[in-house]
């Protein structure tokens, strides 16, 4: 192959950039598999202007960039016809299409990460969008202009390519732009499903689209349409509704805001972002509301599901000019969505009318069938996916897109559908008179975490802010008693941590509980708004103050994000630690009920949880959701002349392992759907009139070993083939009457098993893998209940031996002591290098 000058050059940076890339690989376990785990600590922030270095990521560039961007040699492109905005868009996407290269319009269709390209790369290839997952922030650092500066340089290293195609930048901006340190953070979509506003939601999409156009990017992945139909599913709280109709009419909303009105000057104008209709379709409906998981039924059930409820919110969305979709990771009746031609090039792109671009999730393409990368982009790449979200694979993917264009495995006129509809995004968002830098001159920097937003968000959490019981005491109901209370004692450590406020997707991609970013907390809200009232504060309920005269406790959930939020019936609860608050404080809260004194139970929680046991023990029960920064909305309506105003969205069960009788036996609900009070003791809808039905009687051991490998009953043996859960799994097979799970090196394994541990003990666990060669290691983790934190977990590594074929097992023991009772186990492997394995079966062999 003779090498031009322009590719000689390339090479050389590329050979720096390799040592420079070891050491980043050596530093950074996430590059290959997930996102950045680590929160940005924004002490940390050193503004990248001041030094004016930003050179992007410092990424590895593999032999393979070579071969991918063979092509890329071509004479000065003719940008006359492109670049004129006075042409039809038609036209100039035609201009611009006759003189892409294969290569050109493969590097179109990826999406790197932020920290997964070189400003080189972007500039070299014309990588057409770049994306920062949950918390990948600038290297320089985590503040609005670290981004600006960073997001500008990469649309200019793409304004520098051969051909000069705008760059579209997309994040996750799921509640106001909250990546970044100090934007506002509104309520989650369960908040905003339960305060059921429109008018709010359009505001809410206006104020997050200036904190996106502030960095200057111009996407956000959302809304997210899911209507969860179980909330064990770690992503509930990202649903508006349980109601597909809720969804549609509050996403539509949200996305007027965003985009603005379709057809009207402001639409996608600099001020406004391009929204994502996402994750299509059926992901509320797993088996065990599994992140990720597989819809089971009929053919017949799912078209009717699919066509009168499902498609909804979509429908409204295409109508509001969304111009970009989002295929779940979820599988329906085994088939991954992102391979799923019937769903996307029938249905959304053929039945909607959708002639926007399809974005896939986050490595999805790894997941649908295929064995390989490059067989994987094939297969999804022909089911309708236009752009692939492959964080650190884009370079391997652009390389398998010309093979397989080369190989008439994918034909060149889905490419350029693909790269079309690519374009016609670009050009309908105004991205080719986008001019670098422009946040500055109109003003948008000044407005990120502004005031005027921050109002927005505080009403928000007003009206989201949901009342679910509220008792009289003395004849008055207990909020009205609230309201008039001289001292008050908060107590719970959620009370003053706008992580545990925010939830996931703040900062970092999981959040955190603490205070992670700028905003107000509610103890801080409620001490500003106390006036001459008295507030005193125990965060874990051992010292309350015995002579306020109404107590105001919080507990909740800590924050998490995707597959780390999904639960088992029996752990969908209120964190641990707060459960141990309540405990400490119960004397002390029982006595003040004694004295008639208002004793008040407030949730921040993402989902309907099991509150059975907190039922009598309170005067009322507030659900705050996970409302964000602005604390101040809370002690608007505790303590100030705001009343409650929201009703449930999701219908709440008394226990979870009810919820899949939920929709059918009212006997099993603790709350309806449309609950919700005022302050006096009225209710908001007339559906939602709270009368509590009895408790049901449960057998709790029975209970808990509910959709659990029950050791006793299975000779103590857990088949490879019973896992629970499976987020990166690629198979499992059944060869000479073996049955396994596989994972082909290099991929992600991410097994999960729910283990009923019949008496405690000490065990010797035989696993029996076989490996295609002596390699890295796999790690097993375990933890009693269910491993929400893989660094509380306890790990072991295995070791994977070669062995003498794929069907012979090898014994790999682990000595361990387990207790009497619900485990997780997991079985994970995420190196690179990684052999080809499968593993049988884990023996548990008891002491
Ligand atoms: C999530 C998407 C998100 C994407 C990019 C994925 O893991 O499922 O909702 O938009 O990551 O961060």
């Not at 950074?28 to 600590?41: I, L, M, T, Y």
């Not at 429908?315 to 329906?332: C, E, I, N, Y």
């Not at 009232?533 to 919080?554: K, P």
């Not at 924050?559 to 964190?575: C, F, K, N």
């Amino acid at each position: 192959m003779k090498l031009s000058k322009r590719a000689l050059a390339v090479i050389s940076a590329i050979a720096a950039a390799l040592i420079i890339g070891v050491i980043f690989l050596l530093t950074n376990k996430n590059v290959f598999g997930d996102k950045d785990f680590e929160n940005q600590a924004p002490s940390a922030i050193v503004p990248d202007w001041v030094s004016g270095e930003d050179t992007g990521a410092e990424v590895t560039v593999k032999t393979d960039e070579i071969e991918a961007m063979e092509d890329l040699n071509l004479p000065e492109a003719d940008k006359s016809v492109y670049m004129d905005a006075s042409k039809p868009i038609e036209e100039r996407i035609d201009a611009l299409m006759a003189q892409m290269s294969v290569t050109e319009k493969a590097a179109q269709m990826v999406q790197p990460e932020q920290n997964g390209i070189s400003l080189e790369q972007i500039k070299t290839y014309g990588i057409g969008s770049v994306l920062s997952g949950g918390g990948s922030a600038p290297v320089s650092g985590n503040k609005a202009e670290n981004w600006n500066t960073h997001l500008n340089n990469i649309k200019q290293a793409a304004l520098e390519s051969r051909l000069g195609i705008p760059v579209l930048y997309g994040i996750d901006a799921v509640h106001g732009n909250n990546n970044v340190y100090g934007a506002t953070v509104f309520p989650h979509n369960i908040g905003l499903g339960a305060a059921s506003d429109e008018e709010l939601m359009t505001q809410i999409g206006i104020a997050t689209a200036k904190e996106v156009r502030a960095v200057a990017a111009q996407w956000t992945f959302a809304p997210c349409l899911g209507n969860a139909q179980n909330e064990l599913w770690g992503r509930t709280y990202e649903c508006y509704s349980e109601n597909a109709d809720d969804v549609a009419r509050l996403s539509k909303a949200l996305v007027i805001g965003l985009q603005g009105e379709p057809e009207s000057e402001e639409y996608l104008n600099d001020e406004h972002v391009l929204a994502t209709a996402k994750h299509y379709i059926g992901e509320g409906y797993t088996v065990n509301g599994e992140n990720q998981g597989n819809v089971e039924m009929s053919v017949d059930e799912w078209e009717m599901l699919l066509h009168e409820t499902l498609l909804k919110p979509y429908k409204a969305l295409v109508d509001a000019g969304t111009l970009t979709v989002m295929p779940s990771f979820t599988s329906v009746n085994d088939l991954k969505t992102h391979e799923d031609s019937y769903l996307i090039n029938e249905v959304l792109k053929g039945e909607l009318g959708f002639k926007g671009l399809v974005v896939s999730d986050y490595n999805a393409i790894e997941q649908v069938s295929g064995k390989g990368l490059k067989e994987q982009v094939a297969n999804s790449v022909n089911a309708g996916v236009d752009l692939l979200m492959e964080p650190y694979n884009w370079e391997d993917c652009i390389k398998y897109i010309k093979q397989n264009v080369a190989e008439g495995t994918i034909s060149q006129e889905r490419i350029d559908d693909a790269v079309r509809r690519i374009l016609y995004v670009k050009f309908a968002a105004g991205l080719f008179e986008d001019v670098n830098g422009q946040e500055f001159q109109n003003g948008l920097t000044s407005n990120f975490g502004a005031d005027e937003n921050r109002e927005i968000a505080r009403r928000a959490v007003r009206e989201s802010l949901t009342l679910l019981t509220n008792v009289n005491i003395n004849g008055k109901p207990a909020m009205k008693a609230f309201e008039k209370a001289k001292s008050i004692a908060v107590v719970g450590q959620k009370a003053d941590s706008i992580g545990s406020q925010c939830g996931g997707w703040t900062i970092s991609w999981q959040g955190s509980n603490g205070n992670i970013t700028e905003g107000t907390t509610l103890l801080q809200a409620l001490e500003k708004a106390a006036g001459s009232r008295t507030i005193t504060y125990s965060d874990d309920g051992s010292d309350l103050s015995a002579d306020a005269d109404a107590y105001l406790v919080v507990a909740g959930e800590s924050p998490y994000a995707e597959m780390y939020g999904d639960r088992s019936a029996s752990t969908l609860l209120v964190d641990d630690n707060d459960k141990a608050m309540i405990t400490i404080a119960s004397d002390a809260l029982q006595k003040a009920r004694e004295e008639g004194k208002p004793v008040i139970l407030l949730l921040m929680t993402g989902r309907p949880v099991t509150i059975a046991d907190y039922i009598d023990k309170f005067d009322a029960i507030i659900e705050a959701w996970l409302p964000g920064t602005e604390g101040e909305g809370m002690a608007d309506v505790l303590l100030g002349d705001y009343d409650f105003n929201a009703t449930l969205t999701f219908t709440w069960p008394w226990y979870a392992e009810n919820i899949n009788e939920k929709f059918n036996d009212d006997s099993a609900v603790l709350f309806k759907y449309g609950t919700g009070l005022k302050k006096d003791g009225s209710t908001i809808k007339q559906e939602g009139t709270v009368v509590l039905n009895e408790k049901p009687q449960r057998d709790e051991k029975v209970i808990l070993k509910d959709g659990m490998i029950d050791l006793e009953s299975t000779n103590y043996v857990v088949e490879g083939e019973f896992y629970n859960s499976d987020s990166y799994l690629v198979t499992t097979g059944n060869e000479n009457n073996l049955t396994f799970v596989e994972n082909w090196g290099g991929q992600w394994a991410n097994t999960k098993w729910n283990v009923w541990i019949p008496g405690a003990g000490k065990y010797t666990l035989h696993f029996y893998i076989a490996a295609a060669k002596d390699s890295d290691t796999v790690e097993i983790y375990y933890h009693e209940g269910s491993i929400t934190d893989d660094g509380n977990a306890n790990k072991t590594a295995v070791p994977m031996k070669k062995t003498a074929d794929m069907n012979t097992y090898e014994d790999f023991s682990l000595e361990v002591t387990l207790n009497e009772g619900a485990y997780e186990f997991k079985f994970m492997n995420n190196t690179a290098n990684a052999a080809d394995f499968r593993l049988d079966k884990v023996v548990f062999e008891k002491k």
